[in-house]
T-cell receptor, first 112, second 112 residues
């Protein structure tokens, strides 16, 4: 089992819709969870950081964390063509060394 | 301006050469990371360091070496033992504890 798993996509949504991106992780002791957006050829950009169970909202983005189910998701409301990118889920593993591991990423395509 | 600086942006290596990629941060972050990204793939962890003079192997450390002599600097050497080094290399850093991690702009290494 991979430490961080994401569907590779592509996930295709129409402009204005809600895009839902999912991520599961295997280390039950993990405490920190991240969503990054990466445009082709560029470095990842942090869009959400969550560490408490429940929802965290920032503008059009909502991260949802469920530690019991080992599941973290990202919702993008009112999707725009500029949101078309790869979304990377990342987790800091337990064990005390701040090991930060990434999923393979989900490619999102928002079409007009 | 605070941030993470990677240099050079593009690097060309001849077969059998060692090359060193630079990563410097002025954010006073404790932890630093090196990742490799191949086209269409996620980020794979090469090495990471939580404190000065200490570092751990990631998932794909073979053919790479690092040092952490200063808190601000975490250079990565791609040795001749790395048989397929052409990739996009990304450096990241974060403070200790439950905090965000940020990336530099990346170095694109090509073997010629």
């Amino acid at each position: 089992q991979k430490e961080v798993e994401q569907n590779s996509g592509p996930l295709s949504v129409p402009e204005g819709a809600i895009a839902s991106l999912n991520c599961t992780y295997s280390d039950r002791g993990s405490q920190s969870f991240f969503w990054y957006r990466q445009y082709s050829g560029k470095s990842p950009e942090l869009i959400m950081f969550i560490y408490s169970n429940g929802d965290k909202e920032d503008g059009r983005f909502t991260a949802q964390l469920n530690k019991a189910s080992q599941y973290v998701s990202l919702l993008i409301r009112d999707s725009q063509p500029s949101d078309s990118a790869t979304y990377l889920c990342a987790v800091v593993l337990s064990g005390g060394y701040n090991k930060l591991i990434f999923g393979a990423g989900t490619r999102l395509a928002v079409h007009p | 301006d605070g941030g993470i600086t990677q240099s050079p942006k593009y690097l060309f290596r001849k077969e059998g050469q060692n090359v060193t990629l630079s990563c410097e941060q002025n954010l006073n972050h404790d932890a630093m990371y090196w990742y490799r990204q191949d086209p269409g793939q996620g980020l794979r962890l090469i090495y990471y360091s939580q404190i000065v003079n200490d570092f751990q192997k990631g998932d794909i450390a073979e053919g790479y070496s690092v040092s952490r002599e200063k808190k601000e600097s975490f250079p990565l050497t791609v040795t001749s033992a790395q048989k397929n080094p052409t990739a996009f290399y990304l450096c990241a850093s974060k403070r200790g504890g439950v905090t965000e991690a940020f990336f530099g702009q990346g170095t694109r290494l090509t073997v010629v």
